[in-house]
């Protein structure tokens, strides 16, 4: 069967240009152009990604993201940001509300394809992987039942965020640069990520750390990027 994404816009042209080259790909697609639309959308039929337009009529796409990120049944699905909106601090505000990835438009339509690939291919790595429970410190990650807990307390973590736990915790002690860690958890590389790096790790260490200002599990290796401590 297909992968789902969902398409949300109330520009129709892009939606029905989005739409063409990603069932191009061999995505179902699904649409919407406002969003409330979109959230029932995507409780009804569950779609395995959205690629969701930051300014929407109604709810934006902010909004929207918030939303699914505090509904425990639907908070897992991916999330790529689509905007005209260039501001550093717009995509900030996108990662850290939870979104996994962001593309900013004018885009290449073949690039967004390959930005939901890569999504779908993180996800997939994540739920096919051989059964494996990682932990460090109060940390347990089962990588099967893709789950992460801490101290028997289930964690809500993004796919981004779960996977760039499991590169951690399967390397405790080792420094990863944000080249290496774009390379692991997105799937591609791409300029201009480091920025998306910081605030996925900003949420992770909000979701783990006892005190996420100073942190005891992710640290920062200034001059290289992030490292895994033992969490003693």
Known sequence: MALRVLVVDDDKQIVRLIRSYLEEGGYSVLT?????VALHTIRRERPDLVILDLMLPGQDGWEITRRVRSD?????????????????TDKIVGLELGADDYITKPFNPREVVARVRAVLRRTGETLGATAKILTVGDLRLDIDAHQATQADTLLDLTVTEFNLLKIFMQ??????????????AFGYTYDNLDRTVDSHIKNLRKKIEPDSGNPTYIQTVYGVGYRMSDGS
């Open 72 to 88: 425990e049944t639907i908070a897992a699905t991916p999330i790529i940001m689509l905007t005209a909106r260039v501001e550093d």
């Open 171 to 184: 390397n405790p002690g080792r420094a990863f640069t944000r080249m290496e860690l774009i390379e692991q």
């Open 32 to 36: 919407a152009y406002e969003g409330e």
